[in-house]
């Protein structure tokens, strides 16, 4: 069976601190990758998908950036955190060619 | 651009009541989108309800169904009797052409009260 992991579950992060957030796939081999992005009370945004390792494209400029150092692996990060990046954020996959997604169970993310 | 918007929350209905939640879509990139609607359940991550590519037809799960309207653009989800264990938080979403993108609504929280 697929699982998806995020990690962390919830960060609080001073105003220009750097950011690291992580997924990690098991049992699909090459999937699609996605990051998404819901401030509280916002829309769910896409922020990047990925289609293979080393390939990254960014849906929304959120001053954020991703990087797909492994087949089975999303990395979500900034060098500079801004207030305005709190927000929860989501990472997914798909099969190739399809649009089911399935959902990790996401980071939440407090910057102050 | 390509868009959904649906039902501004909250919804607050009774146990055994009827529901419609409105989604109506945008689509430039592509005549025929596929439409997706999601579901968030108190503590639980968010999950694929229903689906359907093809206009004209009808997507059920649950109890749930949605129609793809491709005259009125729209895909709402309907349920004829809805029970406390309903109550969550839905989204509409629409895929266009690459499916790479997948464009959500707002989301609709729904409170069935017993």
């Known amino acids: 069976a697929q699982t998806i992991h995020q990690w962390p579950v919830a960060e609080i992060k001073a105003v220009g601190s750097p950011l690291s957030l992580g997924c990690t796939i098991k049992g699909k081999s090459s999937p699609n990758l996605y990051w998404y992005w819901q401030a509280t009370g916002g829309t769910l945004q896409q922020l990047f998908y990925s289609i293979t390792v080393g390939q990254v494209e960014s849906v929304v400029q959120l001053n954020l950036s991703a990087s797909r150092p492994k087949d089975d692996q999303f990395i979500l990060s900034t060098e500079k955190l801004l207030l305005s990046h709190s927000g929860f954020y989501l990472c997914?996959?798909?099969?190739?060619?399809?649009?089911?997604?399935?959902f990790g169970s996401g980071t939440r993310l407090l910057v102050i | 651009g390509d868009s959904v918007t649906q039902t501004e929350g909250p919804v607050t209905v009774s146990e055994s009541e009827s529901l419609i939640i409105n989604c109506t879509y945008s689509?430039?990139?592509?005549?025929?989108?596929?439409l997706f609607w999601y579901v968030r359940y108190p503590g639980e991550g968010l999950q694929l309800l229903l689906k359907?590519?093809?206009?004209?037809q009808k997507g059920s799960s649950r109890g749930f169904e949605a129609t793809y309207n491709k005259e009125t653009t729209s895909f709402h989800l309907q349920k004829a009797s809805v029970q406390e264990s309903d109550s969550a938080v839905y989204y509409c979403?629409?895929?266009?052409?690459?499916?790479?993108?997948?464009?959500f609504g707002s989301g609709t929280k729904l409170t069935v009260e017993p």
């Open positions: 979403a629409l895929a266009p052409s690459n499916y790479n993108v997948l464009y």
């Open positions: 359907v590519i093809t206009a004209g």
């Open positions: 689509a430039t990139s592509i005549a025929y989108p596929n």
């Open positions: 997914a996959w798909s099969l190739v060619g399809e649009a089911d997604y399935t």
